[in-house]
């Protein structure tokens, strides 16, 4: 927290990286933007921010898996006017994926991710 306090009181227990803010610059018409670790983690929570020049995109997702699916939704999209990317999601190996795809290949992704641990 920059500038800021933590105060905390009774039981608390944090492990990895629960709480994550991440930029991508995709450069392809798919990039992969995001993974957590299907052993450590069972659901995660996504603000989405996508800008490509002047156009701008939002949206929150939900991400589940139940060991060899993953399961998510997207809601509360709002765009300037274009729909730049679709977010998908898959899984690889021992990992879930947040994809985007579109046509907009110059797109900044920026996130922050809240995941729940198993």
């Known amino acids: 927290i920059l500038g800021g306090d933590i ?4 039981d608390m227990k944090i492990n990895g990286d629960v709480l994550n803010s991440k930029v991508v610059q995709m450069t392809n018409s798919s990039s992969v933007i995001d993974t957590f670790n299907t ?4 659901s995660a929570k996504y603000i989405l921010q996508v800008t490509s020049a002047s156009n701008y995109q939002v949206s929150e997702m939900l991400v589940l898996h139940n060991d060899g ?3 998510n939704t997207e809601y509360a999209q709002l765009n300037s006017g274009l729909n730049l990317v679709n977010f998908s999601t898959d899984i690889n190996g021992a990992n879930v994926r947040l994809n ?3 046509n907009f290949i110059s797109c900044s ?3 922050e991710r809240t ?3 198993n």
Do not use: D, E, K, N
Request: aromatic fraction near 4%; proline fraction near 10%.
């Open 7 to 10: 105060t905390a009181s009774g």
């Open 39 to 42: 052993g450590s983690f069972r």
């Open 69 to 71: 699916t993953p399961l």
């Open 100 to 102: 985007a795809s579109g």
């Open 109 to 111: 992704v920026r996130h």
């Open 115 to 117: 995941i729940i641990p």
